[in-house]
């Protein structure tokens, strides 16, 4: 069983920067495509950014590109998002997403991620 664990998420005002970070565990030796969704109150989830498992590949929402940063960590199944710029339109409940990458292809949609973190809210006031 993968488990993703998040953390970072927080309050900060416009104009701000937070770095969310997400850790895949479970399967040794495994390595993951990864990426960010966010969701507000009955909106469906969004893609953020996602990146491949090798780190070569990258794609953002276009309302983040050129603010948001996603990276991964020494760790391969480490995945950081790093924000900055931050508008109250940023704000959301943020979810790490994983997906096997020997298994499934590199996606941008949300249905073909496997494994999902508990979510961390970031609010963003004006």
């Known amino acids: 069983q993968v488990q993703l664990v998040e953390s970072g998420g927080g309050s900060v005002q416009a104009g701000g920067s937070l770095r969310l970070s997400c850790s895949a565990s479970g399967r040794s030796g495994s390595t993951y495509n990864m990426g960010w969704f966010r969701q507000t109150p009955g909106m469906v989830r969004d893609l953020v950014a996602t990146i491949r498992w090798s780190g070569d590949s990258y794609y953002y929402a276009e309302s983040v590109k050129g603010r948001f940063t996603i990276s991964r960590g020494y760790a391969k199944n480490t995945v950081y998002l790093q924000m900055n710029r931050l508008t109250p339109e940023d704000t959301a409940v943020y979810y790490c997403?994983?997906?096997?990458?020997?298994?499934?292809?590199?996606?941008?949609?949300?249905?073909?991620?496997?494994?999902w973190g508990q979510g961390t809210q970031v609010t963003v006031s004006s």
């Open positions: 997403a994983a997906s096997d990458g020997s298994t499934r292809s590199w996606s941008i949609r949300a249905n073909d991620y496997d494994y």
